[in-house]
């Protein structure tokens, strides 16, 4: 087994989370779920089979090993588990896509809002890509099929429980660079080498980077690179990326919380096969009878002021303006001026307010008060958010104490 070995390493803590664009009605609780969905991305998980015997390698020639991965031919099945302690999220999505107008031209094969169930429970997935415009992920239960194909400048999405189809062609769709172009939402990585390399953005001096020991994956044998921060207050205990010994290859991607018990996130392959996939795996044809949707059609994707659009992560919370950022590195906490100064929508205030959507609101929420006022903290396992009730908002993946003392220093 490689012994421990350590190295720090540089990076933006702050750069997957930029706040660009203006908040919806419903964007601040959302957003927690979906910032926590974003950190899944497409990658599985599987249980160590062995530590096999490597060679010695520090982890800045590990992370350096990763960057220089060249792989981009291979198919496998994949797991996703996550317990980021919310309710399931397909229910609430369906309920955001409703009241955003999605009942006047939506699809329940959309892959923006597909996408977030990922969020919750355990999953078992097909994957397959062939270079950077060529990938194929499938989502797969007991009676049904739902499937992300980009082929070239063509993205197809299917559901094939109700048999319905998204379609979008990258030189029309007004989104498609962001959105439509990829296999997932923006801010949600789509490969192992994706989800790592987000995470080594947010490595500074703030963070201990170390290869602890060795693994095997998928029938493969790997070196355990772990990133755990230095500082208190964090809700993140440790990520661990399993790298392909061979490759550079990240293979399985687990993030433990500080709290303690089962991993937030466990993510890695069951199966893996680097070689060429069939080009088949590329195409799409709807069935007979399919009911398809074309890109721009949805008025959900053309109304952001009626749309849930903070389920893609931080960065669709805040305005032009940005968010200040209090603190650095893992401690980080983003401070956000709601639209119009407008406090936590509810049902009591706004009938517009989905039942969905302030069952999930009362399910995590915690009421708290300080110097700044009074508020309530929604809480995952991973990222917490305080919305005061003036219409302020701290969010990061930190503790509630963190959250309300930011939001104390900020009162002063």
Known sequence: MAPNDSAETTGSATSTTAARRKAARYVVPVAV?????????????LADSGDPELPKISAQKLIEKIAASDTQQLSGTVRVSSDLGIPSLGGLAESFAQSAGGEQGG????????????????????????????QRVSILDSAAEYSVIRNGDQLWAYDSKSDEAYHATTDKAPDAGKHEGRTAPEGVPT??????????????????????????????DAYKLVIKPKQSGSTIGAITVAVDAKNGVPLKFTLSPSSGGKAVIDAGFTSVDFSRPAASSFTFTPPKGTEVTEAGEAKAEKDVEKGPEGLTG????????????????????????APAGEGLPSSEKNADVPPAAQQFLDSFGDKVTGKFGSGTVFKTRLVNALMTDDGKVYVGAVTKDALVKAADSAAN
């Open 314 to 337: 931080l960065d669709k919370i805040a305005g032009g303006g940005g968010a200040k950022v209090i603190g650095e590195g893992w401690g980080a906490i983003y401070a956000i001026e």
């Open 33 to 45: 779920a979906g910032v926590a969905a974003a950190t899944i991305g497409l990658v599985p998980a």
């Open 107 to 134: 699809s329940s094969a959309a892959p923006k809002d597909r996408l977030t169930e990922l969020a919750s429970g355990t999953h078992t997935l097909r994957v397959a890509a062939d270079g950077p415009d060529k």
């Open 191 to 220: 490969t192992p080498k994706a989800l790592a390399e987000q995470a080594l953005k947010a490595a500074d001096s703030t963070t201990s980077v170390t290869v602890d020991g060795t693994a095997q994956v998928a029938g493969r």
